[in-house]
């Protein structure tokens, strides 16, 4: 089955500095990728839509200049949390919709927990 | 307006019980999709089920079944004789055309707790 991949799984870091997560299709290629966050108890929500070789698109309430994402390839988008505060903790997930499925077909990374300090 | 609703947020059984989480979904396309997912303590989503809105068929799989009422809007997801690795939170989720294609709207979820 199609797998994606989540890099790190779970990082620490400390308040003010920036943390990439990357997001990798291992076997198929992703024209979308969508990133989640999910804090304790709670749903996941939807931050942004990211689409290969264009800008993302943001939910509304989220900081596109905190949240920086990029999708540079078919198989890679990158989550850059910028300047991490506390409040920013959760656990970030990303799916990743197979460009040769239908629309319906994604598939969820294992996620990433970040802790800031 | 929430487009999933699971009322249930904790639900508690013994082993062997059985147990039915409940899902309303809310949309206005008339092609739409229906999932369920299982998040174990480990965070990971673990897929269960995809179920389009042109069929109704309920489905079985082992100790799982899934009861798709369009009527109601409800897509129920049953545990039979269930065991302490039914453990999770489970997620309803839905997804349409209506706005980001692709994107799914989850449920709050419900935490099952299956105790020996």
């Known amino acids: 089955g199609a797998v994606v991949s989540q890099h790190p799984s779970r990082v620490i870091c400390k308040s003010g500095t920036s943390v990439k997560i990357e997001c990798r299709s291992l076997?198929?290629?992703?024209?979308?990728m969508f990133w989640y966050r999910q804090f304790p108890k709670q749903s996941l929500m939807l931050m942004a839509t990211s689409n290969e070789g264009s800008k993302a698109t943001y939910e509304q309430g989220v900081e596109k200049d905190k949240f920086l994402i990029n999708h540079a390839s078919l198989t890679l988008s990158t989550l850059t949390v910028t300047s991490a505060h506390p409040e920013d903790s959760s656990f970030y997930i990303c799916?990743?919709?197979?460009?040769?499925?239908?629309?319906?077909?994604?598939?969820f990374g294992p996620g990433t927990r970040l802790l800031v300090l | 307006a929430q487009k999933v609703t699971q009322a249930q947020t904790e639900i508690s059984v013994v082993e062997k019980e059985d147990v039915t989480l409940d899902c309303v979904y809310e949309?206005?396309?008339?092609?739409?999709?229906l999932f369920w997912y299982k998040q174990p303590p480990s965070g990971e989503l673990v897929f269960l089920i995809r179920?389009?809105?042109?069929?109704?068929q309920n489905e079985i799989s082992g100790r799982y079944s899934w009861n798709f009422q369009k009527s109601t809007s409800s897509f129920n997801f049953t545990i039979t004789a269930s065991q302490v690795v039914d453990s999770a939170v489970y997620f309803c989720?839905?997804?349409?055309?209506?706005?980001?294609?692709?994107?799914?709207?989850f449920g709050r979820g419900t935490q099952l707790t299956v105790w020996p």
């Open positions: 989720a839905e997804g349409d055309r209506g706005s980001t294609l692709g994107r799914l709207y």
């Open positions: 949309t206005r396309d008339t092609t739409y999709y």
């Open positions: 799916s990743a919709r197979d460009r040769d499925g239908g629309w319906e077909t994604q598939y």
């Open positions: 179920r389009n809105s042109f069929d109704e």
């Open positions: 076997d198929f290629q992703a024209t979308t």
